[in-house]
Nanobody, 124 residues
């Protein structure tokens, strides 16, 4: 069982920056950042795959950067926009089967472990 703990959220003005962190209590094979705004479905923001590659949703490309260190996942967010306001959560799997491309992968909901989230609010 892996526990995930996010931190780094807060309130920032449009155009500003924030860096989110997600600390994992154990080894993970793949990790990702998701967000959910009020009244909207959860969406994957960025993920880091088993081979070290990363992908981003189109709306954050060029503004957000996902990175990973031993036991921790980061999301550097720059040029923040009002529409980036959401609860940001990290997700992870310690089984390759539950990672993108894995045998049991069927989309973002396949991650085994989820954090409780950290709120990001962007104001004008």
């Amino acid at each position: 069982q892996v526990q995930l703990q996010e931190s780094g959220g807060g309130s920032v003005q449009s155009g500003g920056s924030l860096k989110l962190s997600c600390a994992a209590s154990g080894d993970t094979r793949c990790m990702a950042w998701f967000r959910q705004a009020p009244g909207k479905e959860r969406e994957v923001v960025a993920d880091m795959r088993m081979d070290g590659s990363s992908t981003y949703t189109d709306s954050v490309k060029g503004r957000f950067t996902i990175s990973r260190g031993p036991g921790i996942l980061y999301l550097q967010m720059s040029s923040l926009k009002l529409e980036d306001t959401a609860m940001y959560s990290c997700a992870a799997s310690d089984s390759s089967w539950r990672c993108p491309g894995g045998r049991l992968w069927s989309g973002g909901g396949s991650y085994q472990y989820w954090g409780k989230g950290t709120q990001v609010t962007v104001s004008s």
